[in-house]
């Protein structure tokens, strides 16, 4: 593992004096013809602030709610149908501060701002914010720091397509001396000691602002610039590694500029380690994969007289980063240390800092940290000149996409893999790695590691089993019960000392997932039952194991039942061919599955990797989805969305990798390639002289356009699929792999279509008995037989639960819509 040792130079980091903002400063309460005040600071009225100093530009409409339930400035909001923007003419090339607040409401007695669907971006090409549903972030300020090198500077609002809009609440705009965020912070990367020169040229947004052993500053208090500070304790990884030391009640050497940096209340309070602990160690959760401006607030008021600051700070991210502080003698004397580093893919940054181990007498203490994320340049097109012309820019993007979707999504596939490819070779496990690929520090050991805490310390411990058990239901994972490999690790196959078979997952080193995946897998699967989805059984996680322990599932993936590889095709033989009616079941099946996933709880989830070897069927051939490792629970939290590509190749949905926002219809999109995979019996993506036949959603689609899908199916399919119930099965494929999430169906509406198709068949069935359905073996279990319904009639809406309470999560569709 590496470490890297930065030695900094004292007077770079000493608290600049800086006593006053800059002239530059507006405070708008948007879609209003008066001001109010909110914390010491006058919001004017967009209508009346309306001049050559600041304007807005494009079409808008100012809108109102007067609830007195409303914060005064939430209130009323300035709407947008087409690209606008609000046009500041500034008098300063500096660093500015940008507040956003959006507050969602009802106006005009039935519409809801909550419906809106917009992104913000800065003429300087810079996207502050992207909302996908106005209701699923509710009250927020959102903060940026960004620097203008220009006289005259725009914020667009970019409704997301044509039937939608965007809006704004209130907008600060505030000017900032030059030095309070400047380029002479170190890159925390593997090159040592290095400055990133880059912290000027990009925007910033604030994602953590800490009083470390203080409490909460609101903007109500003396806090500069109005920026909230929150305490330090719900970060913290073990609550007994430190105290929080007496507030200071002396003054500070070289006060004159604190003021506009940090409060004093940040600095007169620390946390400071206690004599039992190896570190203090906090964790907070980022984007995977993103550049981090983080800033140190260090005063040491402990000392009773000046000496070395002599303890460590960590910083893990891509890298173990080892910082030793300098010779600082002074005492009660501010400073701030500024550091950019990359985060990794757990979705945390963790920092922490411990005692020197090289002294007897060094101490470890943090006044405050604030941790901002490097704005992305924005890929949106739209005309930084002429606002108003929303229409034509999303017209552009239209006939962008349709004119080049085809050669354009073969391409982005081909980089994704590139990219994919790239980086598990970058991915080599060091030799002092965790198993889960993380560097672990050799000096000290983390707090998280204390007598062998588990990653997982709040969960259901039912679940929890002894690796001993494990050892002997695998007999201590002997290689001849190896029944796979995928991204976690070894595939086992196990018998429990009850004689239950079951499915032994165990983490490896050197694969791409690890704690993570580990984590989310228990967490879904720990609180969710249904017949179509595979079940947890149990969990390990003694010292450095993961294993996840599922029920066996008999027959495999579906795809061992489609088709195989040439490799494989001496065992082909071996696997019984399915008919259209098992196909269409086994459809039925994991369509449900997904449908209770996305709304059988009060949560939802997006699976995030449907694809056919994660559709595994148990001996009577019912189809449930497994492997939840990537799978999202719940809403995506607009602060911290995941933007990270996740997938598998060829089941991405293009609008997922386009705009990088995961929804539901992204599952829904990857189960039309699935679909596609029954029928064709072959993968997503071939090698193929003919362009239009290396992808399978692209080559379906052709087909299905031309009313001829039957002539790229299976041909073992010959002669038993009913036209009827195959025009249906490609209609509802159809409808799955449109280009637009919005125009795709929902997982239930797909789950009644495949009954409808599947009854289609069995009608047609029994017109033509020479149809061979003697290896039908799954009709007879997959769903209890009546008079009245088909094989394969289960309702969609039943949750499958089998479970003790056997409780219904989701509503009949009849109660909402009437018989169907």
């Known amino acids: 593992m590496e470490k890297f040792h930065l030695l900094l130079i004292p007077s770079l980091f000493l608290l600049p004096v800086v006593s006053s903002l800059a002239a530059d400063t507006y405070f708008i309460n948007c879609g209003s013809k008066s001001s109010v005040s909110v914390d010491h600071r006058t919001f004017v009225g967009d209508d009346v602030f309306n001049s050559d100093s600041l304007k807005v530009v494009g079409t808008s409409k ?96 970019i409704p997301a397509h044509n039937s939608s809009l965007a809006f704004v609440n209130a907008i600060e705009v505030i000017g900032l001396p030059d030095d309070f965020i400047n380029d002479s912070a170190i890159a925390v990367f593997p090159v040592n000691g290095t400055f990133y020169s880059g912290v000027h040229s990009n925007s910033l947004r604030t994602l953590y602002r800490i009083n470390v052993g203080g409490s909460e500053v609101s903007r109500t208090m003396d806090s500069p610039l109005w920026r909230e500070w929150t305490g330090d304790d719900q970060y913290l990884v073990s609550k007994n590694s430190a105290n929080n030391c007496t507030a200071f009640s002396g003054s500070f050497t070289g006060k004159e500029g604190i003021l506009d940096i940090a409060p004093d209340i940040v600095y007169k309070t620390c946390k400071q380690i206690n004599s039992n602990a190896s570190n203090i160690t906090w964790h907070f959760r980022v984007r995977k994969k993103a550049k981090h401006f983080i800033r140190f607030h260090i005063c040491d008021i402990l000392s009773q007289t000046g000496g070395i600051l002599n303890f460590e700070l960590h910083i893990y991210s891509n890298f173990e980063h080892h910082i030793g502080y300098p010779e600082i003698t002074e005492t009660e004397t501010p400073y701030f240390l500024d550091f950019v580093a990359d985060s990794d893919d757990s979705g945390y940054i963790k920092i922490s800092v411990g005692p020197n181990n090289t002294s007897e007498t060094s101490n470890a203490f943090l006044n405050g940290i604030e941790i901002m994320e490097f704005v992305s340049n924005t890929t949106l097109l739209f005309n930084d000149s002429v606002d108003g012309h929303g229409g034509q820019h999303k017209n552009l993007i239209i006939g962008l996409a349709v004119a080049g979707g085809a050669m354009i999504f073969i391409l982005i596939m081909l980089l994704l893999l590139i990219v994919r490819y790239r980086r598990r070779a970058k991915g080599l496990v060091m030799k002092d790695e965790t198993p889960q690929g993380r560097a672990r520090p050799h000096s000290w050991v983390p707090a998280t590691s204390e007598n062998s805490a588990s990653p997982l310390p709040n969960f259901n411990l039912n679940l929890k089993m002894p690796l001993s058990e494990i050892l002997a239901a695998t007999s201590n994972f002997d290689t001849k019960l190896l029944i796979g490999e995928g991204g976690f690790g070894k595939v086992y196959k196990g018998t429990l000392s009850d004689g239950m078979k079951v499915a032994v997952k165990r983490s490896e080193s050197g694969h791409g997932q690890g704690l993570p995946e580990f984590q989310t897998e228990v967490t879904v699967l720990s609180k969710i039952h249904n017949r179509h989805l595979v079940s947890l059984i149990g969990y390990c996680d003694e010292g450095s194991e993961m294993i996840l322990v599922y029920e066996f599932m008999e027959k495999g993936t579906l795809r061992d039942h489609l088709y195989t590889s040439k490799e494989d095709s001496i065992n082909s033989s071996t696997i019984p061919q399915l008919t259209w009616k098992q196909r269409l079941e086994m459809c039925i099946g994991a369509a449900k599955g997904l449908h209770y996933l996305h709304t059988g709880s009060d949560w939802g989830i997006i699976h995030r990797d449907v694809k056919s070897t994660n559709i595994l069927l148990d001996e009577y051939y019912v189809a449930k989805v497994a492997d939840f490792g990537l799978s999202q629970s719940g809403a995506p939290d607009p602060d911290h969305d995941d933007m990270d590509l996740k997938g598998s190749f060829g089941y991405l949905d293009p609008e997922y990798v386009r705009t990088l926002e995961l929804t539901y219809k992204s599952d829904v999109y990857a189960f039309g390639v699935v679909l596609l995979e029954v029928l064709c019996a072959r993968p997503p993506i071939v090698s193929s002289s003919r362009r239009e036949e290396i992808n399978l959603a692209e080559w379906g689609m052709i087909w299905q356009k031309k009313g001829q899908l039957e002539k790229i199916a299976d041909p073992l399919l010959g002669g038993q699929i009913n036209p009827s119930s195959l025009r249906k099965f490609g209609e509802i494929t159809e409808r799955c792999l449109k280009l637009q999430g919005a125009d795709r169906p929902t997982m239930l509406d797909v789950c009644w279509d495949l009954q409808y198709a599947l009854q289609l068949q069995h009608t047609a069935v029994h017109r033509e008995p020479h149809e061979d359905s003697t290896t039908d073996i799954s009709s007879s279990y997959i769903f209890p037989a009546s008079s009245t319904n088909f094989p394969g009639d289960e309702d969609c809406n039943s949750n499958g639960d089998d479970d003790e309470f056997g409780s219904k999560l989701v509503f009949s569709q009849s109660m909402i819509d009437g018989p169907r």
């Open 62 to 157: 100012s809108i109102r709610n007067t609830s007195v339930s409303l914060p005064v400035l939430y209130q009323t909001a300035r709407i947008f149908e087409q690209q606008s923007s609000y046009e500041f003419k500034l008098t300063s090339n500096t660093t500015y501060i940008i507040r956003l607040h959006f507050f969602p409401f009802m106006y005009d007695g039935t519409n809801n701002l909550s419906d809106a669907s917009f992104d913000v971006a800065t003429s300087s090409k810079f996207l502050l914010f992207s909302a996908r549903r106005a209701s699923d972030f509710q009250a927020t300020v959102n903060e940026y720091f960004t620097t203008v090198n220009a006289r005259t500077f725009k914020i667009y609002f």
